[in-house]
């Protein structure tokens, strides 16, 4: 059985940082391409950072230059780096597996975790 488990949101004021992580078992974690994802209250679900199994990196324009994702195939984790936190940036924060192969598609989602960038 596939899990991803997101953990290190919480409260952070403007300005400020926090680190998510995202471990994954019951999958070959080096192989998928990680992404993590943002939703907010009202809003769609939209990409933040993707990292593929080969290490590069693509982010949303909105966090390009604050967030950092890097992943430890070793320890199954991929990670989010987030500085200069802005209220904007208050959502939870969904990290997603991704693999095409042999014609079908592996997707698997965490449960979430709430960044919440306040004063």
């Known amino acids: 059985q596939v899990q991803l488990v997101e953990s290190g949101g919480g409260l952070v004021q403007p300005g400020g940082s926090l680190r998510l992580s995202c471990a994954g078992s019951?999958?070959?974690?080096?192989?998928?391409?990680m992404y993590w994802y943002r939703q907010a209250p009202g809003k769609q679900r939209e990409l933040v950072a993707s990292?593929?199994?080969?290490?590069?990196?693509n982010y949303a324009d909105s966090v390009k230059g604050r967030f950092t994702i890097s992943r430890d195939n070793a320890k199954n984790t991929v990670y989010l780096q987030m500085n200069s936190l802005k209220p904007e940036d208050t959502a939870v924060y969904y990290c997603?597996?991704?693999?095409?192969?042999?014609?079908?598609?592996?997707?698997?989602w965490g449960q979430g975790t709430q960044v919440t960038v306040s004063s």
């Open positions: 990292i593929a199994s080969g290490g590069s990196t």
């Open positions: 019951g999958l070959i974690f080096s192989i998928y391409a």
């Open positions: 997603n597996a991704f693999i095409f192969r042999w014609g079908t598609v592996d997707d698997y």
